[in-house]
């Protein structure tokens, strides 16, 4: 491999989501969910930075050099975007950059259930997108906020770090926001958000107490939020959240949430036996008995829920890996492994 050029080329032309440069070992690119190695012979210290260094300009260069650790979201020459991660390793240059689409995938190119569609449509409240990471939270936030840039008249404000989807306005008007670039926080711009006459705010991650706590509170105030969240299944969620929480506070947050969470999409991203990829989902709509559950302490009878709410838009995540099974677009195999999560 020459240069990064013909690298992402490749990577283009294999499909893949990821690249890893790493010296002293292959170039790797994760296809179908698997790192495979597309080089021969491992690459040299001097390669692996010359490959690592390719999309930066020389202050970034620079930045990496003095931090240490560098993210980045960039473009090439063709409006291919890329988000890239450069790090030192044992003293070595070496980065992972993930190929995104210039453009976010509307929902129904996701496949993604009637409801979701629905969900976005809220006018204030919580709107929740989680899985554990590389599930594709991201693409599906974007296909939220797609959603309501073509169906709304809304001002959405996004908090990201970094921007990976590029919004054109159509009916809304979106404002994109960088952490790093054009505010210094996810809780500083979501402070400056709630002054800037929005109807709907998207948070790129709830990972810190006083992001979830301001998000929860402008739910609550009459905003719109989407965000993600990294948890394993939905019935673990106000454990992840409380974990965040100072001694003291933790039925404050179960309040808060049961008063303006409007769902949770929970998904898995799942490689198809066509080479493409497909998201199993699991959805939890808050009713008012999700709402009294949330309350206590008996989180574990989410699930329950869950199963006997298909009449409000719910479907559990066997339901939903069911229909890619019947459908043909992945094996009992993947199928049994992924519902071993959720029995």
């Known amino acids: 491999m020459a ?30 969910g698997e790192l495979i190695p597309v080089s021969k012979e491992p690459l040299t210290k001097t390669l692996a930075r010359e490959l690592s260094y390719g999309l930066l300009k020389p202050e970034q260069i620079s930045q990496f050099e003095e931090k240490l650790d560098f993210d980045i979201m960039t473009s090439d020459a063709d409006r291919n975007r890329y988000r890239i991660n450069l790090s030192y390793n044992d003293g070595a240059v070496g980065a992972v950059i993930r190929l995104l689409p210039s453009a976010p995938l509307p929902l129904e190119r996701l496949r993604l259930p009637e409801v979701v569609g629905r969900l976005t449509q809220a006018r204030k409240g919580l709107l929740l997108i989680t899985g554990a990471t590389s599930q594709g939270k991201s693409t599906t936030m974007a296909g939220m906020i797609d959603f309501i840039n073509r169906h709304s008249r809304k001002h959405v404000v996004t908090i990201e770090d970094p921007i990976e989807y590029v919004h054109e306005n159509k009916k809304s008007i979106i404002r994109q926001r960088e952490v790093g670039k054009d505010t210094e926080s996810f809780t500083r711009g979501l402070r400056a958000a709630l002054r800037q006459d929005p109807d709907v705010i998207a948070i790129g991650e709830m990972r810190d107490y006083d992001t979830i706590k301001t998000c929860l509170a402008a739910a609550e105030t009459g905003v719109m939020v989407i965000s993600t969240l990294h948890i394993i299944s939905i019935d673990k969620i106000i454990e992840r959240l409380l974990a965040y929480a100072p001694d003291g506070s933790d039925g404050h947050i179960r309040v808060l949430l049961a008063e303006c969470l409007i769902g949770v999409v929970h998904q898995e991203l799942l490689p198809t036996l066509d080479g493409g990829k497909r998201v199993a989902t699991e959805i939890l709509v808050a009713t008012d008995a999700v709402r009294n559950v949330m309350r206590k302490r008996g989180t574990f009878h989410l699930r329950n829920l869950i199963t006997t709410g298909q009449r409000y838009g719910m479907t559990t995540m066997k339901i939903s890996l069911d229909q890619l099974r019947d459908e043909g677009a992945i094996d009992t195999e993947m199928h049994a492994r992924i519902l071993e999560n959720y029995s």
């Not at 240069?3 to 010296?23: F, M, P, Q, W």
Request: proline share 3%; net charge positive.
């Open 3 to 32: 240069d990064i050029k013909s690298v992402l080329e490749l990577a283009r032309t294999r499909k893949a989501t990821d690249i890893h440069i790493l010296a002293l070992a292959p170039l790797l690119m994760r296809i179908e």
